[in-house]
């Protein structure tokens, strides 16, 4: 396995009193200079990222493959390229990282509304079961790429749209919450990119297996954890519909086979 080296950098405004009275054009740049980070962060490329004090600088620590390639993620970071920034890199070695939550993560105030699905699935429980948590059997009726590590904190990750950056192309970052062997997993969701702040927003999914007879199977399904607004309502009617499309193939895939992606 390669080894992966980290680096720490400091991005300095490149203005007087910096970041203060910000023109319009750097707030744009600010908030692709944020988007880009986060997207790296997704992919672990990124350990940590915000602003310092006292004095005023940003701070990004990366974990990659090489110089060269840290040097290429900053030459083409917006607020460098923008010139927003300058940035300054140092070599160093992480020995120590708690596993950091933003409080953002799910919502405070959460709406009593749990959106429900079931479906019949001519299987055996444990042909379902294995469809669901893992890689292979997620991609036989999901998605067309997926990363599945079933253990309580693995993630959870389905890939909609391949030709998206990592961050863009499905439920990046969410994790298995918990599970119980044939009988219940549960696992983090989140919204698509075009929902926004949204995005960010972990909800939750329960699902439960019970056996209708020796090759039948009813998966239920309980989705919570919405805000409470207008952007929560469109989100709670999108997966209202994005649910029984994919309990469709969930069931067509144990009538007709494992759905082929490339039609």
Not at 54 to 75: K, T
Not at 85 to 92: E, G, R, V
């Amino acid at each position: 396995m390669t080894n992966l080296e980290q680096y720490f950098v400091q991005l300095h405004g490149t203005r007087e009193g910096w970041p203060g009275h910000m023109t319009n054009d750097e707030s744009r740049v600010m908030q692709e200079h944020y988007l880009y980070l986060k997207h790296l962060a997704a992919g672990k490329k990124v350990l940590m990222a915000g602003p310092c004090f006292d004095p005023v600088f940003g701070l990004i620590i990366l974990q990659v493959q090489s110089e060269a390639e840290a040097r290429e993620i900053m030459e083409n970071e917006p607020s460098v390229v923008h010139g927003v920034h300058t940035y300054t890199m140092h070599p160093m070695r992480v020995s120590i990282l708690a596993d950091y939550q933003r409080p953002e993560r799910f919502v405070d105030t959460i709406a009593e509304r749990i959106l429900t699905k079931e479906v019949v699935v001519q299987a055996e429980i444990g042909d379902v079961w294995k469809a669901w948590t893992t890689t292979d059997g997620i991609t036989t009726f999901f998605a067309p790429r997926a990363n599945v590590d079933l253990r309580p904190g693995g993630v959870f990750e389905i890939y909609f749209i391949m030709s998206e950056p990592y961050g863009l192309r499905g439920s990046e970052d969410c994790r298995i919450l918990s599970y119980l062997p044939e009988t219940m997993l549960s696992f983090e969701w989140s919204a698509p990119p075009s929902f926004g702040v949204l995005r960010d927003v972990r909800t939750q999914v329960v699902l439960q297996f019970e056996k209708a007879d020796a090759e039948k199977t009813i998966v239920r399904l309980a989705h919570l954890g919405w805000g409470i607004g207008e952007e929560w309502d469109r989100l709670y009617d999108y997966f209202d519909t994005a649910w029984s499309y994919v309990l469709g193939n969930l069931h067509r895939r144990f009538i007709d086979g494992p759905i082929d992606w490339t039609k």
